[in-house]
């Protein structure tokens, strides 16, 4: 069973322009059984506000959970309003995170992260569960001016190229422009996104990444986002195209993802 | 304990909390409670052939509601009696199949297939804004309604409830019609029609534009509905609109609904409908109310 329970928020920061850390208590014994790349539903305490708010797992702590969320209207604005004490619903871990089954072999892949802005947070934690698989990660994180986690990256144990819009830090350009840009210049026995890449982005990042790791044989698993209403499946507001063989199929963003495989979803051109 | 026990159109609910069509969905709604305890469960709209639903985004909050525009994605009739129904039948509720169609012809097709299953009873769907051309034609306009009811009558001994639109001038003119066709009761009220606009893009936030608004914003309408709709006929009323708790439920049931639907307050809180129906039963104690019947004495106003 799932379920909604009241918890308390324990840690509510800025740590960068419009993006909040917030870390919420989360039951011990729930809180071990999420996957990288699940997310929880937040109820707001406002009845104009009905929806919840459907936020990645960024990292899983002891008894508490960490979410790293971007102001993006009245209910993450409400959200960032809530202080340390405050008391907030929230729901058992939802949807289906990311597949580590390939790292879990004796010959340990190399692996590749790829973040575009608020795509970054729900990767650190799979940063920390393939670091501790023995699994070499090279993370390439994209902002649009200021980065922000990415020391969290490095901390965990991940190689951080770093690429933004407008060339503060790192690469100038896009994380695929970065991308690229590496793979002309490596060796192909060395490939620089491994062999397997998990990614959660912008859609025309993921659109393009997925092109690419076609060309290099790369394995890719996206995280998709999508305008949700329930979060857990019954009102199939949050639809994506999956490829199929003969065709594509309308599959539940929240229930049946967020995390596909990336060369079976359909992008919109 | 009150006895919650109801019979709806000749069919036995344990107790007259059920759920609206496109907010319930057994395998997911399933995780959060038992849905035994429901007093019958409605499926989303079924039509003849599979639909794709619309583009997304298909959801926007609004002002103590949301709007959809899903747009009734579904298997269709085959593969629903096949994979769907089996499942929904295993539950220890009767099973209310809610149907879809654009044009006679769609509906008359999958009342058809229906009407040779398991199906406890059929929810005619006449009222959806999100369909061109479709399903809201029907409840706007009481001649077309009565023809639609009157070649399903033919074609199904199901109990048949006609869902209406609240996006009329008089909502009683639909009810009389499907009433005088033979339906077996009305639901009512369906979504209200729609529509947000994104101020920093400029545009609509629905992909579709418009959309169905759902939730307690619009609970005034569906108490004012269903009180016109129960002076109108005698046929069984299950209301819904904006219910989030048993008191808003005992409302609907005061202004002359005969069981209560819950629908948006299961997407904003999963396990609502089970709340709703503890609530309302705690409602009834409350008030001495011994049974369902009880509600009646009070309609009076």
């Keep these: 069973m799932k379920e909604v329970f009241c918890t308390k928020v324990l840690k509510n920061e800025l740590i960068a322009k419009g993006i909040y850390s917030m870390i919420l208590e989360y039951h011990e014994e729930i809180a071990c059984r999420i996957i990288p790349g699940q997310f929880v539903n937040l109820y707001l305490n406002r009845k104009d506000l009905l929806l919840p708010r459907p936020l990645s797992i960024c990292r899983v702590l002891t008894e508490s959970i960490n979410i790293v969320y971007r102001i993006s209207g009245s209910g993450t604005k409400e959200l960032s309003c809530y202080l340390p004490g405050a008391l907030i619903r929230v729901s058992s871990p939802l949807g289906n995170g990311f597949d580590l089954s390939i790292c879990e072999k004796d010959v340990k892949p190399k692996a590749s992260i790829v973040g575009g802005g608020i795509g970054v947070p729900p990767l650190l934690e799979l940063t920390h569960r393939l670091v501790g698989m023995g699994v070499s990660v090279q993370a390439v994180l994209g902002f649009q001016d200021e980065p922000y986690l990415y020391e969290e990256f490095q901390k965990a144990g991940a190689a951080v190229r770093l690429a933004t819009d407008s060339g503060k830090t790192g690469f100038r350009g896009t994380v695929m422009d970065l991308i690229k840009d590496e793979t002309s210049v490596q060796e192909a026995e060395e490939r620089f996104l491994g062999e397997i890449c998990f990614a959660c982005g912008p859609s025309p990042m993921l659109s393009a990444l997925s092109g690419h790791c076609i060309k290099t044989g790369t394995l890719l698993q996206v995280s998709l986002e999508e305008r949700m209403g329930c979060g857990f499946g019954a009102c199939v507001g949050c639809v994506c195209k999956i490829k199929t063989s003969d065709g594509a199929i309308l599959k539940k963003v929240c229930k049946d993802g967020p995390v596909f495989p990336g060369n079976e979803v359909v992008f919109d051109a | ?301």
């Design chain 2, 1 to 301: 304990m009150p006895d919650l026990k109801v019979n709806i159109a000749g069919v036995k609910w344990k107790n007259p909390i059920t759920v609206c069509s496109g907010t319930f969905s057994a395998r997911d709604s399933g995780d959060f409670y038992d849905i035994d305890r429901l007093g019958a469960i409605v499926t989303k709209g079924v039509s003849a052939e599979p639909w794709e639903g619309n583009p997304t985004p298909r959801i926007a909050e609004t002002y103590g509601g949301m709007l959809n525009s899903v747009g009734l994605q579904n298997l269709g009739a085959d593969r629903f009696c096949k994979e769907e129904l089996p499942y929904l039948k295993q539950f220890d509720c009767p099973v209310i199949v809610n149907v879809a169609g654009k044009s006679i012809d769609e509906y008359c097709r999958a009342v058809e297939k229906l009407s040779a299953t398991e199906a406890d009873m059929l929810e005619i769907n006449i009222s959806c804004p999100n369909i061109k051309e479709g399903g809201l034609s029907f409840g706007t306009d009481p001649v077309t309604a009565a023809r639609l009811i009157r070649e399903l009558r033919r074609i199904t001994n199901k109990p048949m409830i006609i869902k209406l639109s609240p996006n009329v001038t008089d909502i009683t003119e639909i009810a009389r019609a499907a009433e005088g066709e033979g339906a077996d009761g009305i639901s009512l009220i369906n979504t209200l029609l729609g529509m947000r606009i994104d101020v920093r893009t400029k545009k609509p936030v629905l992909a579709m534009g418009m959309g169905g608004l759902s939730g307690p914003a619009i609970k005034p309408v569906a108490v004012q509905m269903i009180y016109r709709v129960r002076k109108a006929v005698r046929i069984p009323i299950i209301g819904m609109g904006g219910v989030m708790t048993g008191e808003d439920a005992a409302e609907l049931m005061l202004a002359g609904a005969d069981a209560v639907a819950v629908g948006t307050a299961g997407l904003v809180d999963p396990a609502a409908p089970v709340r709703i129906l503890e609530e309302f039963e705690k409602y009834m104690k409350e008030q001495g109310f011994k049974s369902i019947e009880d509600f009646k004495y009070y309609r009076d106003f």
